[in-house]
């Protein structure tokens, strides 16, 4: 053996063993448990060993290794979903988690999470209940619906819909409504998996009543309309209308069923936000079933509704893949709670985080912007400049993809132009300890205030940053 080789295998043989670090750490011992300290010794050592063994060794002195122990185990216990500042001025952002919830759900949660509850038991009789009532008077109130049910989400709405009342059958659908929702759903592979054939009616840009009507015979199970909530078909074009497609169903005495997808409860116009069918105006008009999402401009937990005809309800709930769809306790005490808060229509703007963000004003957003503005101009220094911008916000999720906010950004462009500069800051932001998310556009690193509720938090967040 050579110098070289000799004094490596002395590095390596210097190397304590996991159980003498293991003596060495009782307090991490203590706090983590032996296995995970084990774990993490092991990770260390190897490194180490690593290091020597490619020529570039680490500092291997006891006390540099348990240093690494300890760090390795700090991070091994942070949760890897954690929250993140949503400063990218998309208010439901399906990456980052879509709606968040009010407290008042968040309690609901908590309570059946940690306690024994009458999920499927009725109070009354002492028999077993139905966890659906804890939320189907409230669908209906809120919808004008006869009766409802709820599910996963929306994408598992549609599917057992379309699985329950045309299987082995025809589904007419326009072309101009043949959805892509964020790559993995799309209606043509839905209906296929529901087992049931999509019958594409009309042109992209125009679908006509006569196509639809031309599209029914025997086979044929329901007509469907889906809202393009994530674009615009626009220019010369042409789409039935729900009361037509009503009239058209209820001629073959076949149903009609629309996927709204966001699905508001409220009007939006009239809180000032752009036009969205709300869904009891959709039952209004005739639809039979509505399908829509709990997480998207409802502003609840993750799940899917259905609401509309009883029989048809009836069918859906008695469908076995019901049971695989079906809500856990925790969703369907959130949904409730936030379905409550619309009970109210004074205090819901206040209460549910999703319309609050929506209808903060330009102005409130502004003011934020500038109180902030002193403190992220001071932790970046003189590498960039910062300044408060007018912006954009989007609703998100495929709602309203046409329609923007207006909003206030506080924008960051590096000095030298460079955008290297630009999105290393960007990647920077990412690593704090509650990740700071915004967007690039333009040059500049826009930071869009829209969803920023803990100020303070944003600030103490800052204070910890260094170039
Ligand atoms: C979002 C959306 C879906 C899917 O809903 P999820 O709740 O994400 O499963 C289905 N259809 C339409 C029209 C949508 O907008």
Same mark, same amino acid.
């Given at each position: 053996m ?5 004094k ?5 043989? @210097?190397?304590? %063993? ?13 706090e ?17 060993? &690593? ?33 993140? +500042?949503?400063?990218?001025?998309t ?22 999470a ?21 939320v189907?008077?409230l669908?209906? @109130?809120?919808?004008?619906?006869e ?27 326009s ?7 964020g790559?993995s +759903?799309?209606?043509?592979?839905v ?15 125009r ?32 789409e ?10 209820? @001629?073959?005495d076949?149903? +009609? ?10 009007? +939006? ?67 409730? @709670?936030v ?6 229509? &004074? ?25 902030i503005?002193?403190?992220? %101009? ?28 207006? %909003? ?15 999105? %290393? ?5 990412r ?35 260094a170039?």
């Amino acid at each position: 053996m050579k110098g070289p080789e000799l004094k490596k295998n002395q590095l390596l043989r @210097e190397l304590p %063993s996991v159980d003498k670090l293991l003596l060495a750490l009782p307090d991490s011992v203590a706090e983590y448990g032996a296995q995970a300290v084990t774990q993490a010794a092991r990770k260390v050592l190897q490194q180490a060993r &690593d290091s020597i063994l490619q020529d570039t060794p680490l500092d291997s002195s006891s006390a540099a290794l348990k240093l690494r122990i300890a760090s390795q185990l700090i991070d091994e216990a942070q949760p890897s979903l954690k929250p993140v +500042f949503n400063l990218t001025g998309t208010v439901l952002h399906t990456n980052l988690g879509r709606a968040i919830m009010p407290l008042s759900a968040v309690d609901a949660i908590v309570t059946v999470a940690t306690q024994y509850s009458n999920l499927e038991f009725d109070l009354a009789t002492g028999k077993r209940g139905d966890r659906e009532t804890h939320v189907e008077q409230l669908i209906c @109130e809120l919808t004008g619906a006869e009766a409802a049910t709820v599910v996963n989400n929306n994408a598992a709405a549609v599917l057992l819909v379309l699985n329950t009342l045309a299987m082995n059958k025809e589904v007419p659908v326009s072309r101009g409504e043949l959805v892509e929702i964020g790559g993995s +759903f799309r209606i043509p592979e839905v209906m296929q998996r529901a087992n049931c054939t999509l019958v594409e009616v009309g042109a992209t840009n125009r679908t006509h009543l006569k196509d639809y009507r031309e599209a029914i015979n025997e086979h044929t199970a329901l007509l469907m309309k889906v809202h393009t909530s994530n674009y615009r078909v626009e220019g010369f074009t042409k789409e039935v209308t729900e009361t037509e497609l009503s009239q058209l169903s209820s @001629e073959f005495d076949i149903p +009609f069923v629309m996927d709204l997808g966001s699905g508001s409860l409220v009007d +939006f116009a009239k809180l000032g936000l752009p036009a969205e069918p709300t869904a009891a105006w959709t039952l209004e008009r005739g639809a039979d079933l509505i399908t829509f999402s709990g997480d998207k401009l409802l502003g609840g937990p993750q799940s899917g509704l259905i609401a509309g005809r009883k029989d048809l309800i009836d069918k859906i709930k008695k469908n076995p893949l019901k049971r695989a769809l079906r809500l856990d306790k925790m969703t369907l005490a959130g949904i409730a @709670e936030v379905l409550k808060l619309y009970r109210d229509p &004074d205090s819901l703007l206040q209460k549910l985080p999703t319309l609050r963000h929506l209808t903060r004003n330009q102005a409130d957003i502004r003011d934020q912007a500038l109180r902030i503005l002193p403190a992220l %101009s001071q932790v970046l220094g003189d590498t960039y400049q910062v300044t408060v911008t007018d912006s954009t916000s989007q609703v998100g999720s495929g709602s309203l993809p046409t329609e923007t906010l207006s %909003s206030a950004s506080l924008s960051i462009s590096p000095v030298s132009g460079s955008d290297e500069a630009l999105k %290393s800051l960007a990647a920077q932001l990412r690593q704090l300890d509650r990740p700071i998310i915004g967007r690039i556009h333009r040059g500049a690193l826009l930071l869009d205030l829209r969803c920023l509720d803990d100020e303070d938090a944003l600030l103490s967040q800052l204070k910890l940053f260094a170039l």
